[in-house]
């Protein structure tokens, strides 16, 4: 083994934006993950100072004084804009950037896309996993179309989880709870991918393979799904397909990510049927990718997370444009009038 072996080990943060990605990056710190370093980013000390994270950033602290966006994403822009020397700082080094942030708020919604274009500039494969607002919150769901639209153009993917589908597939869940779960969701997924890459596995999942899905896939969709007993293959797979969280259809996809995990009975023949069915329906000549991890906690479990991108949402509005979340957000961002109204 050369004494420089770790020159040629992936480095992975992952960078929770703002209160919604910063929650998530305390989520995966508490995990004990050991394949990525967790960054917590955002404009709020009071929360900053409550999250688990193995990097804080407090972004904008001449802006907010350390008190929040309150809701606007021209602030948090402006805040990631003030600070993008500590937030380069933070993020240089890594081959693979995570960036988390619930669109529809202040500092996740306009830093998330200024944290992307650092980390591109950086050298980093790009990867953002946000939330879309729920659908009575209307002027939220205007910024999150504009924030997406724009993050789309920095990040290599944008996953993005639409929080009406929770209620629709657990409608009885508590509020608290179905934050839990929107949290848990992306936590495995971004778990997954990161120690699938770094840790030895069933099917190995390399750097290069999730480049060749993600370097280029623009919006994509993920997909969960499990099983047990006897027909578990077959009940992950309806499962994962039964259960997409963004309202699109995949006819035609042309790049997928699929990650299984199980107990130890898992075989190679059981994970490749998976991945077989959670895609019926690409392309024929789709760049299909898939890893699995044996997890003997999981006994005969059997959990499935499927990331298809290069496809278009119903829900977003791709060509709003910036003026028009102004009805949401103050005309101007002018320091003295914005942020005196924010901190009186």
């Known amino acids: 083994m050369p004494e420089n072996w770790d020159e040629f080990v992936p480095k992975i943060a992952i960078v929770g934006a703002g209160g919604a990605g910063s929650n998530l990056v305390s989520r995966i710190y508490s995990t004990g993950i050991k394949s990525a370093t967790t960054i917590a980013v955002n404009t709020d000390v009071n929360h900053l100072s409550i999250v688990k994270a193995h990097k804080k950033l407090l972004i904008g602290r001449s802006i907010t004084k350390g008190m929040g966006a309150g809701g606007y994403p021209e602030i948090g822009a402006k805040a990631a804009d003030a600070s993008k020397d500590d937030i380069r700082a933070a993020i240089s080094g890594y081959n693979m950037v995570f960036i988390s942030a619930g669109m529809g708020g202040g500092t996740g919604g306009g830093s998330a896309k200024i944290i992307a274009d650092i980390a591109k500039e950086e050298g980093a494969l790009t990867v953002a996993f946000v939330t879309y607002p729920f659908s009575l919150e209307r002027s939220r769901k205007n910024k999150a179309d504009w924030g997406i639209a724009e993050l789309t153009k920095s990040a290599d993917t944008t996953i993005v989880i639409e929080n009406d589908k929770i209620l629709k597939y657990a409608p009885n869940l508590p509020m608290d ?47 969960v799904g499990n099983g047990s007993g006897p027909d578990k293959v077959e009940k992950a797979i309806k499962s994962t397909i039964a259960h997409p969280l963004l309202d699109v259809n995949i006819e035609g996809a042309r790049h997928a990510l699929v990650h299984v995990s199980g ?71 002018a320091d003295s009038d914005i942020i005196s109204d924010l901190l009186s």
């Open 177 to 223: 709870k179905a934050f839990e779960l929107i949290d848990s969701i992306a936590c495995n997924a971004v778990k997954g991918i990161s120690d699938t890459i770094m840790m030895p596995s069933l099917i190995n999942l390399d750097f290069a393979d999730v480049r060749a899905v993600l370097g280029n896939g623009g919006t994509a969709v993920i997909n």
């Open 263 to 333: 107990g130890g009975g898992l075989t190679i023949e059981e994970a490749t049927r998976i991945g077989k069915g959670v895609t019926e329906g690409m392309a024929d000549d789709a760049n299909v990718i898939f890893g699995s991890r044996l997890d003997d906690n999981m006994r005969d479990q059997i959990q499935v997370m499927s990331i298809i991108a290069g496809v278009k949402p119903k829900i977003m509005n791709a060509s709003l444009r910036k003026e028009e979340i102004q009805i949401a957000a103050p005309s101007s961002i």
